[in-house]
């Protein structure tokens, strides 16, 4: 097997305080996700909602799933009652959907709301504007089973280091911008999630208090 055991702990050592690590362990096999885990690793990522349900159903209870990937309106409810964090709420539609759900299984399910900033047309999220939008109106405050932890954001796929730190820090201006206007007296907005496994280091430096990380630590995914 991969050495995700070595490969877990060369990134967490390097993580400093305040950055926790979401290991995304898509396409990835259950063995690998107990390797971390037997290493204390509890709190892992995954984008496709049928593979997240079986391996909720395998894996121990006391995990953490995130679901970081673009979430449709209709799958919600499979993942509603065991849902640690959704990730990437792009919507007012998909956040109110969570929020039925959850209030359906008494549950207060945290999410983030996804950014685009990336250059790629092929990315999911909010603009900055769009984002701005949603905070501005009153609907997303009458939400009671949903509790709004901060912003994620994905940086352009390049190997132009500077342009991805160019994105991220535009993240976390954004994130200031908001945590003032919209979340001033709320401790639990506090999360920032960006960094993968190439673009982590500069996530770390850019404020980031959540990385992503899959290939760095579980190898490359079989599809
Ligand atoms: C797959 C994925 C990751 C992890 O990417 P790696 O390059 O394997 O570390 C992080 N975030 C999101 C949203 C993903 O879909």
């Not at 885990?37 to 990522?45: H, K, L, M, S």
């Not at 409810?77 to 964090?85: G, L, Q």
């Not at 991805?164 to 001033?184: G, N």
Request: charged share 30%; with cysteine; hydrophobic share 40%.
């Amino acid at each position: 097997m991969f050495d995700v055991k070595g490969r877990l702990h060369k990134i967490l050592d390097t993580l400093p305080q305040g950055v926790r690590l979401v290991a995304i362990s898509k396409y990835h096999p259950n063995e690998y996700i107990e390797a971390a885990y037997a290493e204390g690793q509890r709190v892992f990522g995954e984008s496709h909602e049928q593979e997240l349900r079986q391996k909720h159903e395998a894996l121990p209870k006391d995990i953490e799933w995130h679901f970081i990937g673009h979430l449709q309106t209709n799958k919600v409810k499979y993942i509603a009652p065991y849902v640690s964090m959704i990730e990437a709420v792009d919507s007012l539609k998909l956040l109110k959907e969570i929020n039925r759900q959850a209030e359906k299984q008494g549950r207060v399910i945290r999410v983030l709301l996804e950014l685009h900033i990336a250059e790629e047309s092929t990315k999911y999220g909010l603009t900055l504007d769009a984002c701005r939008e949603l905070l501005d109106g009153p609907e997303w405050r009458e939400l009671k089973n949903v509790k709004i932890c901060g912003l994620m954001m994905m940086a352009s796929f390049v190997d132009d280091k500077e342009q991805i730190r160019r994105e991220m820090q535009t993240a976390l201006d954004f994130f200031h911008e908001v945590k003032e206007k919209y979340f001033a007296s709320d401790p639990d907005f506090c999360e920032r999630s960006w960094g993968m496994s190439d673009d982590y280091r500069i996530a770390v430096e850019t404020g980031s208090t959540m990385v992503r990380i899959g290939t760095s630590i579980f190898g490359p995914r079989v599809y």
